[in-house]
């Protein structure tokens, strides 16, 4: 048997390898701290598993509608005009299993062989292998810690070709935690409006986890409604990662043709987790703020630590529960009899000898950098730090 060339040619997910390679070497015995997966260490809040349970009580057993219960959607919709501003019809809105599958979903509906989609550096590990298998071509736009890993009107303007079919981002942005202000946006709407068939992917999941300014939303801002999908779900904000509930807000044509991939996919998404759905995006986003709180007395004491060590270059993330240090600075050089060609030389150095794992940059464009998640307890980051201090002294 021979498996597909389009299957041959797709990558595994790094951040889910890395973790499966901790998870190995805890099996074995070490005592590995694992700074790798993007995943809130707080619980769901009881109130959304309490109307998980009504739900099991109140039958909800069968297939739900292929793009949501109307009430989720319509829940959802809501939840835009409150938090985002924007207006989105029901029938503009398609419930998925995660956000990855929306990402997937609405790639799948756009991209033609050999369209190109331009891509900031960093992004998410997924977007540049979901283009791929839609037969698509990745443009990289290249950023660093000196633009806060953000990129220009100017750079999105060199980027874009007859070809170009999407823009896709993430804002707060895993890996690099950025966020784009909504003056930022603007000045890359007033690049976009001139090249109305290009669509943008607004990837927005980390929206709840900002430090400072709100985050802004590419829809909002004048004249960019129509070209744009607002991708976000609960996974992050709301410590839901495993009831894989995502959503798109989108022009309703793309609504309608990611709900017809979706019914020869997946089919509706499950039934108990809408409904727990419902209760978590009705409620009063204050309600989740001690988690925020929480991610950000973490993240003044990761910054702290990471900048004791020697080598690490890196900027003040403004949303999300990432650092992205670049690393450069040890390529080269020879740790403990160990050669350092890149960061994932590096990533594998600091999990063998500080047994911590983290995620090298390469899976995220970003050849120089390793990504780390502040996604867990002081005392675990303190520990992890110090670890990795004493490694690379």
Known sequence: MEISKRLQSLKPSATIGMAAKARELRAAGKDIISLSLGEPDFETPDFIKSAAIEAIHQNYNHYSPIGGFEDLKKAISNKFRRDNGLDYSTSQIVVSTGAKQAIYNVIMALVNEGDEVILPVPYWVSYSDIVGLAGGKVVEIETGVEQDFKMTPEQLEKSITEKTKVLMYSSPCNPSGSVYSAEELAALAEVLKKYPKITVVSDEIYEFITYGEKMASMAKVLGM??????????????????????????????????????????????????????????????????????????????????????GFRLTKPQGAFYIFPDVSAYFGKELKGTKINSANDLAMFILEEAEVACVAGEAFGSPNCIRMSYASSEETLREAFARIKKALS
């Not at 017809?260 to 419902?278: E, M, W």
């Open 225 to 310: 409604y129509e070209q744009t999908v607002t991708i976000n779900g609960l996974a992050k904000g709301y410590a839901m990662t495993g009831w894989r509930i995502g959503y798109i807000g989108a022009p309703e044509k793309i609504a309608k043709a990611c709900e017809k991939l979706q019914g020869q996919v997946t089919s509706g998404t499950n039934s108990i987790a809408q409904r727990a759905a419902i209760t978590a995006l009705e409620a009063d986003p204050s309600q989740l703020r001690y988690m925020v709180d929480a991610f950000e007395r973490r993240r003044s004491l990761v910054m702290e630590m990471a900048t004791e060590i020697p």
